[in-house]
C-alpha cells in the first residue's frame, strides 16, 4: 500500500481544514488506518484512527470533539477533518495503514506511511 497524504497549509487558530490521503493498491479496504503527528523537537503522536469499515474510530484526548477521522473505501482513501484549529494542533500530519482490520493505538504496529503533510496554525 502507497500512501499520498495533502491538504496541509497554515491557518489562523479556530480555522478548519481537511487533510486527505489517498492510497494505491487494491487491498485499501482491508487496512485499518491513523492518522499521526509530529510537532517540532518533539515525538510522533497518536491523532486518530479508523476501521476498515468506518464503523470503529478512535482519537487522541487532545482532538476529540474536534477532528473526525473517515473513509470512502470505494476512492482508496481517508480522511481527517480538523475543526476549530490551535497553534498547539502545528505539526506534520502523516497518514498510517495498519495490516489488520481493527485500529490500533500505536505507530509501531503500522506498517505503511504516507510523506507527512504539514499543517500551521497560527495564533
Known amino acids: 500500500v502507497q500512501l499520498q497524504a495533502s491538504g496541509g497549509g497554515l491557518v489562523q487558530a479556530g480555522a478548519s481544514l481537511r487533510l486527505s490521503c489517498a492510497a494505491s493498491?487494491?487491498?485499501?479496504?482491508?487496512?485499518?488506518m491513523g492518522w499521526f503527528r509530529q510537532a517540532p523537537g518533539k515525538e510522533r503522536e497518536f491523532v486518530a484512527a479508523?476501521?476498515?469499515?468506518?464503523?470503529?474510530?478512535f482519537y487522541a484526548d487532545s482532538v476529540k470533539g474536534r477532528f473526525t477521522i473517515s473513509r470512502d473505501n470505494a476512492k482508496n482513501t481517508v480522511y481527517l477533518q480538523m475543526n476549530m484549529l490551535k497553534p498547539e494542533d502545528t505539526a506534520v500530519y502523516y497518514c498510517?495503514?495498519?495490516?489488520?482490520?481493527?485500529?490500533?493505538?500505536?505507530?509501531?504496529?503500522?506498517?505503511?506511511w504516507g510523506q507527512g503533510t504539514l499543517v500551521t496554525v497560527s495564533s
Open positions: 479508523i476501521s476498515w469499515s468506518g464503523g470503529s474510530t
Open positions: 493498491g487494491r487491498t485499501f479496504s482491508r487496512h485499518a
Open positions: 498510517a495503514a495498519y495490516g489488520g482490520l481493527e485500529p490500533r493505538y500505536s505507530q509501531y504496529e503500522y506498517s505503511y
